[in-house]
């Protein structure tokens, strides 16, 4: 019993693993993984739940399995709450958590599949995205 709980625990674990892909980089940027603190580096694997921390002077261009772009300035934290892409199924859920600093989002096959399926909280509110591309300052 369990060892059908532990593959059932480690499935689901690799469910929410590689959702995207570090491409650019300068600075320090750091993701909180769980309890651990990880120093990022271009090609470093994105995971739903992680949170994304730039350290001052930095940024970090994420690339997402869809295509989405993120890029995030100089003092920025974020989560990744949670990310479904299956257009097979048809299931989709994109939601972010951003309490502090610059992003620049791009949508890509989400801005066309599903773009209700997409939320972008920030401080004051919610940002849905109907178009493709926005930018937010949170001071």
């Keep these: 019993m369990i060892k059908i709980i532990l593959l059932l625990s480690l499935f689901t674990l690799s469910l929410s693993a590689?959702?995207?892909l570090v491409?650019?980089?300068t600075g320090i940027v750091n993701i909180k993984r769980i309890d651990k603190?990880?120093?990022?580096?271009v090609g470093t694997i994105i995971n739903e739940g992680d949170i994304?921390?730039?350290?001052?002077?930095s940024s970090v261009g994420i690339v997402f399995k869809d295509g989405t772009r993120l890029s995030l300035g100089s003092k920025s934290h974020i989560r990744i709450e949670k990310y479904l892409f299956n257009p097979k199924e048809e299931k989709y859920k994109f939601d972010l958590n951003m309490t502090k600093g610059k992003?620049?989002?791009e949508s890509g096959e989400f801005g066309e599949k599903a773009p209700e399926a997409v939320?972008?909280?920030v401080p004051e509110g919610?940002?849905?995205?109907?178009g493709t591309k926005f930018y937010v300052d949170i001071k």
Aim: glycine share 8%; charged share 20%.
């Design 126 to 130: 919610i940002i849905g995205i109907r």
């Design 18 to 20: 590689n959702i995207g």
């Design 23 to 25: 491409k650019t980089l």
């Design 103 to 105: 992003a620049l989002f």
């Design 52 to 57: 994304i921390l730039t350290e001052n002077n």
């Design 119 to 121: 939320e972008f909280k």
């Design 37 to 41: 603190i990880i120093t990022l580096n």
